[in-house]
């Protein structure tokens, strides 16, 4: 596609529920990035995806948190057993390679709110 | 580690007026830097960027210029518009292909 695209783009959810967050990235884009934005704080790396090798994953903040990316493409961010904390705008980008020279192209994010 | 440290908000500023945010990094090598912008209910843009040092960014009239002897990449505009009101976030490329992000300055620019 033209962009990278993130669905849904809002979510209410329980705690204790799991979630499943998704991101299509540009068509052709090698690398892809999870980050989460809290409230007035800046971008907390998540986890990476560059090809088939495997994922960097030194930025998930516990054993809730895992992501799959299915024929290098398509990535599915999951939350299990949701906490009030784990509240945030998680944004996807992709970049044509893992140089991170060129750069990301961001999604628009998914607002997650746990009550 | 790889970290970006950026001057916290908000700014608030008349039109026309001339914009600075600072940002500095940690010098671990010559990373490439980056601008990326956040208008309101929107996501992360792509502003400016500049790969060595010495190199220059530019993009809407913004500016910023890699300054490894001070570990800068400081953003400016001489004369901004009300349209100019977004969050600015300054990064760096950090190990393992990833980008370090500073912690977003909110700018407000009242006409």
């Known amino acids: 596609g033209a962009g990278v695209s993130q669905s849904p783009s809002n979510k209410v959810t329980e705690k204790g529920k799991d979630v499943e967050l998704r991101c299509d990235p540009i068509s052709g884009h090698t690398a892809l990035y999870w980050y989460r934005q809290s409230l007035g704080q800046g971008l907390e790396f998540l986890i990476y995806f560059q090809g088939n090798s495997a994922p960097d994953k030194s930025g998930l903040p516990s054993d809730r948190f895992s992501a799959e990316r299915t024929g290098g493409s398509v990535s599915t961010l999951t939350i299990q057993r949701t906490q009030q904390e784990d509240s945030a705008v998680y944004l996807c980008?992709?970049?044509?390679?893992?140089?991170?020279?060129?750069?990301?192209?961001f999604g628009s994010g998914t607002r997650l709110t746990v009550v | 580690g790889d970290s970006v440290t950026q001057m916290e908000g908000p700014v608030t500023l008349s039109e026309e007026a001339f914009l600075t945010i600072n940002c500095t990094y940690t010098a671990t090598g010559y990373p490439s830097l980056f601008w990326y912008v956040q208008y309101p209910g929107e996501g992360l843009q792509l502003l400016l960027k500049?790969?060595?040092?010495?190199d220059k960014g530019s993009n809407k009239g913004f500016e910023a210029t890699y300054r490894k002897e001070t570990t800068s990449f400081h953003l400016e505009k001489g004369s901004v518009q009300v349209s100019d009101s977004a969050v600015y976030f300054c990064a760096r490329k950090a190990a393992g292909n990833k980008l370090t992000f500073g912690g977003g300055t909110r700018v407000l620019v009242k006409p």
């Open positions: 500049a790969t060595k040092a010495d």
């Open positions: 980008a992709s970049s044509l390679d893992g140089s991170s020279n060129y750069g990301y192209t």
